[in-house]
């Protein structure tokens, strides 16, 4: 659907509203300041400003409506007192800072000021509450109003700060403590100064630390106890509670003021009187929740409703996805058909009553303990064609409500019916059918979900028998969407569609051609996207990753550059050599920039200095390799968090790869002082030999200790066993040998298949490289190499067994998905030589496939997230490339040592001796 002339005429005004109201202050002042507009921070900067570092500052909250006013006031105050300030640039940016997805610690902050002193502060902020008195604006809830009832608020912190890398990698602005040491600017959802911050302006008091202890039991209304929390947002908690009257248990949802406001000038209270308003409608079918009262308390509404013994759909689907290594797997169809008849009772409930759910998603049905369904989450129900916003979670909306204008009149029921196609296709495959847009359009979504189907019906009877009703309510043309009558006969087998066969077919492969394409489409994306003229990244990213070190390994030109230097020695195409060199000189420019040089091999400047080593070599560049081999000299191997990605384990690996390569005893000499940290920094907890990661890495609160490859006992453990096959200490083999115990011993096996919680203090289970099977894996089955051990070849075994399961439900790259667990079915197939587990990976290569979009016609994997394509080598498709590559010529894995992969003999130069040529082949 495109929009007409004159609505992408009323965005652009949208867009500019807010810079125009400043620029009309600055130009009623006649002051000449900057105007200097961002992707989403307009800075507003006096002439001559000389920024304090840190300090008081206030923050000015407002709602789309209210925003131009809000600004308009307050921009007029901030030039008349020469102060400067930031705001953000847009209604749309607005609307996303009061939303109840936006970070709870930034929720509300429309303006920030910069005062160039606290003297005036307390009179500043009395001028900026008196001009916006009475206007609508949601509470800060990392600040303090300054005044009851105020938009404006206060917090201590950075104003430009010191920048420098944290200690996970990101660019952060840091705050000066009087003793001179660096210290976070922790944003966290309740007023939080430093101890020794100045006093309290607006109190005179010390700065009090926000909540301390355990919190206190809450009771609302006078009667609801709150037992739980369900989860937090910005707008609002969602809270298990008991009632004090009856003794039944509920839950509560909480609304607060001004929060998720739109231009209609409703909030988020308004969705919750709303759900009332449904819930009471419904209460006589038994298909959804009892309303058990709405209450305003302190300004805020909350929503009782009765709570249900159960589990949300998608939390039903993976406990019953039956999964296995055989060519059998998914749901029982018998089951999938009930629940499926059961998915079109909840949306005919709606449709009776003339009405468009909107939002049809598998979280939003509840499964009942006695399997019985229930529609959750009622506040976007409306009549169809009413003006509403425009609302859909992604992979789930229609397209006429996924292209419609942001405001406009409400989809029709036919869009309920796509909902219904897609939460059935979640059904019966445990996938969400979440399909990154080609760019340019080139696939209907019903090309593209027939194209994923195709994959997963050979050996799903319950995919394969619903494959026509699925991809029949998909079709993107709503009046070719068969009516919930038809769907119900196909479902009940009574006409309608043709069902397919019960005969389980052949899976799908993918074939040569299928593999160049995504590999040439690859590498072509990359050489098409870097950009060597930018400042910031030589390839863009997210906006997420864009905070972290843009030369390390997982986000950033080095782990892209390793990626490459692979594709050329695959191919030597010359155009890949010379992207080589250009991402080289890019790195070179900018690693001595950046003052803090932290240790870790994903997030730390012991992989940039990796990818130039291996660059060097390929480029037979002499001064490169000893830059790399300088770098790599001066990364910190003591350091207090002990991981792989972080910390001392990646660090010790790094060295390791420098000494293979050059024979230097230095880097030998550095091994073993990593591996003598790493034996410090061992614990035991309870028979457990674990490496705790402690406060203030990772954003954790307290010491935790992790499992799997990237944060844990396996990655410690990897590192450990290379040290001691190339220094002969058999103290590391010992803890190593140790840390495979502990993880035998907290290994969770169903089915024949072996998982990991992400670390001792519980969390989901996974399969992947960062933190589950495949992370273990990798490490178990070198260690049975070592150590000839069957237990740890058999929980190897069913670490593979665990990925292959995986194979429908996983993401695509190498830390969380896809990418990862293949590289580790291929050092399962070189270390045992079974070739079962090569063709295991082809068959995660062919899911990899499945999920493909297109850029410019080049076939290409998405990110982690599903829904865009980033270069980034640890979330993103060069990842995918490096395994891709792998499977199909060969090669040892990415950044891991030889030491430890065993795949090639150790070189034996002399230490002192020309680098370059000290170094060895592939």
Known sequence: MNSSPAKSTARASDDALLVDCVRASLSRAAADWLVRPGDFWCHVLPPGLNSRMQGWKLHVSATPLSAPLVLARSADVLIRNGCAFKFAGTISRVGELVSHRFDR??????????????????????????????????????????????????????????????????????????????????????????GWAPSDPFTRDAPSAGPVGAPKPVLLNGRYLVREVIRHSYAGGVYRASDEVTGAEVIIKQARPHTAANLL??????????????LNRFSSSGLTPRCDGLFEQQGEVFLVQEAISGSAL?????????????????????????????LVDLVELAHAEGLVLRDLNPNNVMVTDDGELRLIDLEMIVQPGERVFRVHTPGYGAPEQVNAPSYGPAPGQAADLFSLGATLFHLVSGSDPLLSSDRPAARTDRERAEHWLSHLTPGNAAARRCAPIILALLDDDPEQRPALAAVREFLTGQGGLPSTSDRPLPPVRLTTTGMTELVTGAVEHLLATMDPDSADRLWPTSKSAAVTDPLNIQHGAAGILGVLVRAYEAD????????????????DRRVGLEPRSLPGLHFGRSGTAWALLEAGRILGDDRTVRRAAELAGKVPVRWDNPDVCHGMAGTGLTQLRFWEATGEDGFLDRVRQAADGLAGAAVDQGGRRLWPIPKGFLLASHDISHYGFAHGAAGVGAFLLAASRATGDDASLHLAVEAADTLVSVAEVEDGAAYWRVADTGGLRRSHW????????????????????????????????????????????????????????????????????????EELAASLHMRHVLRNGRKVVPDETGKDVQADFGTGFSGVLAFLLRLRTGGSRLWLPETFTGSHTLV?????GDVHNDLTGR
Not at 107 to 123: Q, S
Not at 265 to 278: F, K
Not at 572 to 587: C, F, M, N, Q, S
Not at 908 to 912: R, V
Request: proline share 6%; net charge negative; hydrophobic share 35%.
């Open 105 to 194: 610690a930034g929720g509300g902050k429309f303006i920030t000021v910069y005062p160039d002193g606290d003297d005036n502060l307390v009179a500043l902020a009395e001028e900026l509450h008196h001009v916006t008195e009475g206007l609508p604006g949601p509470g800060i809830l990392s600040d303090r109003p300054c005044f009851p009832g105020s938009l404006v608020h206060y917090r201590f912190g950075a104003f430009g700060g010191v920048r420098v890398l944290d200690n996970d990698g990101i660019q952060a602005a840091m705050l000066v403590a009087p003793d001179g040491s660096l210290v976070p600017d922790q944003r966290k959802p309740w007023f939080s100064p430093p």
């Open 265 to 278: 000038g409703e909030d988020v209270r308004d969705l919750r009187r709303r759900e009332a308003t449904m």
């Open 314 to 342: 998608r939390d039903w689907v993976l406990e019953n996805v039956r999964l296995d290594d055989t060519d059998t797997w998914g749901p029982p169809p018998e089951t999938v058909e009930r629940m499926a008849l059961g």
């Open 572 to 587: 030597h195409e010359p155009r890949l050599r010379d992207a080589v060199r250009t991402a080289v000189e890019w790195i």
């Open 770 to 841: 960062c933190s589950g099977s495949s992370g273990v894996g990798t490490f178990l089955v070198q260690l049975w190499r070592d150590t000839g051990a069957d237990k740890y070849r058999e929980l190897a075994d069913q670490a593979a067994v665990a990925v292959r399961r995986s194979r429908w439900h996983s993401g695509t790259t190498q830390c969380h998905g896809l990418a990862g667990d293949g590289e580790f079915l291929l050092d399962m197939a070189e270390a045992t030589g079974d070739q079962r587990y090569r063709d295991w990976a």
């Open 908 to 912: 034996a130069a002399t230490a002192g």
